[in-house]
């Protein structure tokens, strides 16, 4: 996906997700249920993302991609959580970009949270998934996402 969109280095642009075809994304200023992040539905030409439009930048992109990976995978189990994080992690932190910037010095974990544009709990999850640190605990404590039917969509597409 980034390879295609000539992405070669971080941040990774929301319009990696947003310019897909088929793909609408709407921020929506409250959520229909509360506590509620994000919600996805898959559609015959692609799929819609619902996101809280309160999130900060940082949980906005790696919530994007975590509903991004539901609708790729058309299913909000509870068994395919783990891997929406870890698809989120891996577009906005591939590996070999984390690793080098690690082989660099580049070890602070604020700092790789704004060099990535995720929230510090992502980085220090990543570091973790690729044996480069210890991590204290659960990461991003996040709603389960669903989606729930709206008879307004309040909301514009976003173009970021």
């Known amino acids: 996906m980034l390879a295609a969109s000539n992405i070669t280095s971080p941040p990774v642009p929301e319009t990696v997700v947003t310019d897909l075809p088929g793909v609408n994304v709407y921020p929506i200023e409250q959520m229909p249920v509360k506590g509620l992040l994000s919600a996805s539905q898959p559609t015959s030409h692609g799929g819609d993302i619902l ?6 930048l940082t949980e906005r992109r790696v919530t994007l991609m975590y509903e991004l990976k539901h609708i790729i995978d058309g299913s909000h189990t509870h068994a395919v959580e783990g891997r929406c994080a870890d698809f989120a992690m891996n577009v906005l932190m ?3 970009w984390v690793q080098a910037d690690w082989q660099a010095g580049s070890r602070n974990v604020s700092d790789l949270a704004e060099r990535y544009q995720v929230p510090a709990e992502a980085v220090s999850y990543r570091l973790h998934t690729l044996g480069l640190r210890q991590h ?11 989606w729930q039917p709206h008879t307004t969509l309040n909301s514009k597409r976003v173009n970021q």
Do not use: S
């Open 51 to 56: 996101i809280d439009n309160g999130l900060a």
């Open 136 to 146: 204290p605990g659960r990461w991003l404590n996040r709603a389960y996402c669903q």
């Open 94 to 96: 591939p590996a070999e």
